[in-house]
């Protein structure tokens, strides 16, 4: 079992920056490959980023290039970086931990998820 909460949304101005903070809790935490969701209001949940538990990274091609995903596998934690934020950022941010090492691309393949922490960018 793997337990998340997020951390560090807000409101920001177009083209600033947040770091979304994830706890996880559970003793297995350094081997699930992790990820970060966004859903808007009337869409679909999609992946911004993802990360093994070696450290592979997969972004959106939305987000590559502004989104950092990291983790500190010692403090059980998952951070995503995101600069020149822009207003289709907006949107609830979740973590998300799969129960396989590898990257995970698929929604199916997340079987842990967070509350989420809403992310609202103005122009």
């Known amino acids: 079992q793997v337990q998340l909460v997020e951390s560090g949304g807000g409101l920001v101005q177009a083209g600033g920056s947040l770091r979304l903070s994830c706890a996880a809790s559970?003793?297995?935490?350094?081997?699930?490959?992790m990820g970060w969701y966004r859903q808007a209001p009337g869409k679909e949940r999609e992946l911004v980023a993802a990360i093994s538990s070696g450290r592979s990274t997969y972004y959106a091609d939305s987000v590559q290039g502004r989104f950092t995903i990291s983790r500190d596998n010692n403090k059980n934690m998952v951070y995503l970086q995101m600069n020149s934020l822009k207003p289709e950022d907006t949107a609830m941010y979740y973590c998300?931990?799969?129960?396989?090492?590898?990257?995970?691309?698929?929604?199916?393949?997340?079987?842990?998820w967070g509350q989420g922490t809403q992310v609202t960018v103005y122009q």
């Open positions: 559970g003793s297995r935490f350094s081997i699930n490959a």
């Open positions: 998300a931990a799969s129960q396989r090492h590898q990257v995970a691309i698929s929604i199916s393949e997340y079987a842990y």
